[in-house]
Structure formats: structure tokens, C-alpha cells
């Protein structure tokens, strides 16, 4: 609305005498605008490849805990490859400069520990599918588990390396203001804003727990299904929100996150956006999150002291859903 203002604004300012600045204003240089302009783009991508590189580092060993709790899932040798495109358009340029990211999926980044950093997989190097052609470390015709075919500098080497088997759900970074985070049944998605709003692994760990289990407990299509019997009047979406805080929190601990305190950041998220303390939408109120998120916390450890099984509570007569 506002950049139509200014067009009829400016459309009228061509036929009329318009107002103008009465200082004389300094004006930068093409060449200064131009320099100035790359050094912000490359700190913004710098900013954003250290918020990707985190969510991966967090974001893994929940993937791999849970594996045997998900229903779907694939092997994971540790590497995240790029293309040009893997980039938001703003950021093209910069991955292009900075790290001569093309139109060929490259590694970008080997996780620490992982099957691939074992092996010496590098930065640069490409992944060679079944077809002897490059893929991503995600493509779903990748299916050897016990080697890795890598091409570097135009040499192909073949490696003998045991891939680990995560949930099969893609945790993707997307560059927002907005503090969020959401499932679409695929994949989980963070914002670089809640990237920024969760000042601890731990507290990030929660989130992705939180948003895994959407996906593991098919939140998704019964959502649909809710929308679709009750004739597009409920979406019935706060009793989910309540069971992915549940098993997210198993997921979480699963992994070895740190579960003291937790229910801190559901607090910070009240105290900024103050709707969500009273008014009850799509999500629980932040006080019943809270104290469920604690209670959990609860069960949680009690499982922990008597040695038992780390695995959700299920109704009686529901079978988990990776049992099935």
C-alpha cells in the first residue's frame, strides 16, 4: 500500500511543483555505494551461513537419536551440499563470490565427528550419484549407505565410510524477521529471526523437537482432515501444538539436550509477544505451555532415575506411529 502512495505521489510530483529538501545533502559515489554495498552483503552472508552451519549442528543429533521413532527415514554421511540456488535470491551473488557456488551441488559444510569428516570430505567436493552424475547429499536416488563416491579436482575417489540413519525430514534455515519456526509434514523450517531469539542450543534444540514431532505425528494432514470434516469452520490445531511440545521434549532429551529450564523460553516468547499469555488461538496460552512443558520435564527424568525406556506415553489402543 504504502510504495502505491508513493507512485501516485511521485506520478503527481512530475506535473506539479512538489515540495523538496532545502539542505544540501552529501551523495556518495557509485563507487562508494557500490563497496559499501558488497560489505554489507557479505556480512549478511556470513551472518546467514553461521546461522545454517548452527542449525545443523543442533538439529543432527536430534535427527539421529529419533531414528528408530520415525517412520521414515535416510542415511546421512554428515554433509550439506549448495547450489547458487540454495541461497535467497539476495544472497546469490555473495555465495557465488565467496564460495563459487554454481549450478552443481557442492559440499558447503562437513559436520564434526560425522562419517564424511572421518574420511577427509571437503569443502568443494562433489557428491557422485548411482548415474555417475553429481547430486545433492539428500537426493533421494542416493541409496549406497557404506561408500562415498566424491569427485575432486576432476579425480573421482571411492570411500569406504558407514553412513548413519537420521529421521528422514530436512531442517531448513529461511531468512525472516519474523520469530517462528513451522512443519509443512516434509521438513522443518526455522526463521534466522528465531534463530537469533533462541540464545542457547538447548533452547533451539527444543524448537526443533517441537516442530519434528508435527511432522512424525502427522500433524499436518489431520489438521486438513479437521479443516475439511468440520466444513472449513476449525482447524483444531491447539491440541497438537500441545502433543508436539510433548514429544519434542522426548526428542530433545533423547538427544542429550539439556532439559533444566526449558520452559524459559516459552516465557521470553509470552513477555515479548503478550497476546499469546491470554488469548488462546491456534497455539495453548504460554502459562499452560509452561507448566506442561515442566510436568513433561517431570516425567521425563522420572524415566530417567527408574532406567525405563525414553519414549512417549501413548492412549491406550494408539500404536506409535514409527511402529506401524
Known amino acids: 500500500m504504502m510504495r502505491r502512495v508513493l507512485s501516485v505521489v511521485g506520478g503527481i510530483c512530475i506535473l506539479t511543483a512538489c515540495a523538496t529538501v532545502e539542505t544540501r545533502l552529501p551523495v556518495p559515489s557509485t563507487s ?13 552472508f556470513a551472518r546467514y551461513l553461521k546461522m545454517r552451519k548452527r542449525l545443523d549442528n543442533v538439529s543432527a543429533p536430534i535427527l539421529a537419536a529419533n531414528a528408530e521413532l520415525c517412520a521414515k527415514t535416510r542415511a546421512d554421511f554428515g554433509i550439506i551440499t549448495h547450489t547458487k540456488k540454495t541461497y535467497p535470491k539476495h544472497l546469490r551473488d555473495a555465495a557465488a563470490r565467496r564460495l563459487a557456488a554454481g549450478d552443481t551441488h557442492t559440499v558447503l559444510f562437513v559436520r564434526g565427528g560425522s562419517a564424511a569428516d572421518t574420511v577427509g570430505i571437503k569443502r568443494g567436493d562433489v557428491l557422485i550419484g548411482d548415474k555417475d552424475k553429481p547430486i545433492s547429499a539428500t ?25 548413519d540413519q537420521i529421521c528422514d525430514y530436512a531442517v531448513v534455515l529461511k531468512m525472516s524477521g519474523a520469530v517462528n519456526a513451522y512443519a509443512n509434514g516434509r521438513a522443518v523450517i526455522v526463521t534466522t529471526a528465531m534463530m537469533d531469539f533462541a540464545v542457547s542450543d538447548d533452547e533451539l534444540a527444543l524448537i526443533i523437537g517441537h516442530e519434528l514431532a508435527h511432522n512424525t ?22 491440541p497438537f501444538e500441545s502433543e508436539a511440545d510433548y514429544v519434542g521434549l522426548y526428542y530433545m532429551a533423547r538427544a542429550g539436550y539439556n532439559l533444566d529450564g526449558v520452559e524459559d523460553f516459552w516465557r521470553r516468547l509470552g513477555v515479548q509477544y503478550p497476546k499469546s499469555i491470554v488469548r488462546e488461538k491456534t497455539h495453548p496460552v504460554t502459562p499452560q505451555r509452561l507448566l ?6 517431570a516425567e521425563v527424568e522420572a524415566k530417567r532415575a527408574a532406567d525405563a ?6 492412549l491406550p489402543g494408539k500404536t506409535p506411529h514409527y511402529a506401524k
Not at 506442561?292 to 520435564?297: D, F, G, L, P
Not at 525406556?309 to 501413548?314: A, C, G, H, I, S
Request: aromatic fraction near 4%; avoid cysteine; hydrophobic fraction near 35%.
Open 32 to 44: 562508494q555505494l557500490d563497496i559499501e554495498a558488497k560489505n554489507q552483503e557479505t556480512e549478511a
Open 139 to 163: 537426493d533421494k536416488s542416493f541409496k549406497n549407505t557404506d561408500s562415498l563416491h566424491i569427485r575432486r579436482g576432476g579425480q573421482d575417489m571411492h570411500m569406504s565410510v558407514k553412513a
Open 309 to 314: 525406556e525414553l519414549v512417549p506415553n501413548y
Open 292 to 297: 506442561a512443558i515442566r510436568m513433561t520435564v
Open 217 to 238: 505425528m502427522r500433524h499436518v494432514p489431520k489438521a486438513v482432515w479437521n479443516t475439511v470434516i468440520s466444513g472449513l469452520a476449525t482447524r483444531t490445531t491447539r
